[in-house]
């Protein structure tokens, strides 16, 4: 962890001054603003949920088409331009993103959000498979969309999204677009949830626990990586089934070889060696 991240995160906060300012730029291109909101298909049926709403931009658009917009600003001084709005079917949600809690009901998520909580919103997001979330088009740091859509996947929570989501890179967006412009570019991606999801809603907590032990070394081969879950002979057994002939690290593994491994392991090994989601992480699912 960065020192400027844990300066941000040990910063005490008085009422109105947001926690997240050091990572907002607000997008001003409205072409951009209407690709994004045409992107996620709105409709009138649709609740919205944006989160780092700014001067509502996408907001304004948003609140044209769908049935109810949550849109979540922090800064007293954005939240009266939001006001100043008047935006028709729209709930201006004034909380630190992080403190939200997320909708009952079935929702999308509209937003261009904060850099410097990119990663904990995400989490938010997608951790609990069983929350209402369904789609959404975020806007975020140009290098967090590359890893949230690489194929070489090191994170633990990353293949455990790729479970239940399909997670998108559409396209980059110049820094020049936002204000301030940031030091880096931005990146679009999209998130559906999975028509039929690789492993059962039922089983995120197991699912979780053999991605944290199988992902504790990405660079480790399957065999090593395995160890402990499987015996050699189920592992031999288990590469003929994934098709791998070498020593591939298990960063490399595809959504359909983790659902393999899932499967093949709730079919074939006794629970008490199945690896256990940490009491720790409990506390974020």
Do not use: C
């Not at 910063?11 to 907002?24: A, E, L, V």
């Not at 209407?34 to 989160?51: G, K, P, Q, R």
């Not at 004034?94 to 990119?118: C, G, M, W």
Request: hydrophobic share 40%.
């Amino acid at each position: 962890m960065t020192k400027r991240r844990k300066k941000y995160q040990n910063r005490k906060f008085t009422s109105g001054n947001p926690p997240n300012f050091s990572g907002q730029h607000l997008m001003h291109n409205k072409a951009l603003v209407n690709d994004i909101v045409n992107l996620a298909h709105i409709s009138e049926n649709d609740l919205v949920l944006e989160l780092g709403a700014g001067k509502g931009a996408i907001t304004n658009v948003l609140s044209n088409r769908a049935r109810k917009v949550l849109a979540v600003e922090y800064d007293q001084k954005f939240i009266k331009k939001l006001k100043q709005l008047e935006m028709k079917n729209t709930v201006i949600i004034e909380q630190d993103i992080l403190k939200i809690s997320l909708p009952r009901e079935h929702f999308v998520v509209v937003s261009n959000i904060p850099y410097a909580i990119t990663t904990p919103i995400m989490k938010m997001l997608l951790n609990n498979p069983s929350s209402g979330f369904l789609n959404g088009v975020i806007v975020v740091e140009k290098g967090a969309a590359k890893r949230f859509t690489s194929n070489f996947v090191k994170d633990p929570y990353i293949i455990a999204w790729k479970m239940w989501f399909d997670i998108q890179y559409i396209k980059g967006i110049s820094r020049k677009n936002f204000s301030p412009p940031p030091r880096v570019d931005s990146a679009m991606i999209t998130i559906n949830r999975k028509a039929k999801p690789i492993v059962p809603i039922s089983d995120y907590l197991i699912f979780w626990g053999l991605a944290e032990h199988v992902l504790k070394d990405p660079q480790l081969s399957i065999d090593l990586a395995l160890k402990g879950i499987f015996t050699p002979p189920q592992i031999k057994h288990l590469k003929r089934n994934l098709r791998i002939n070498n020593e591939v690290s298990v960063a490399t593994l595809s959504e359909q070889q983790w659902g393999l491994i899932f499967e093949t392991m709730v079919k074939h090994v006794p629970t008490f060696r199945w690896p256990k989601v940490k009491k720790a992480k409990l506390n974020h699912l």
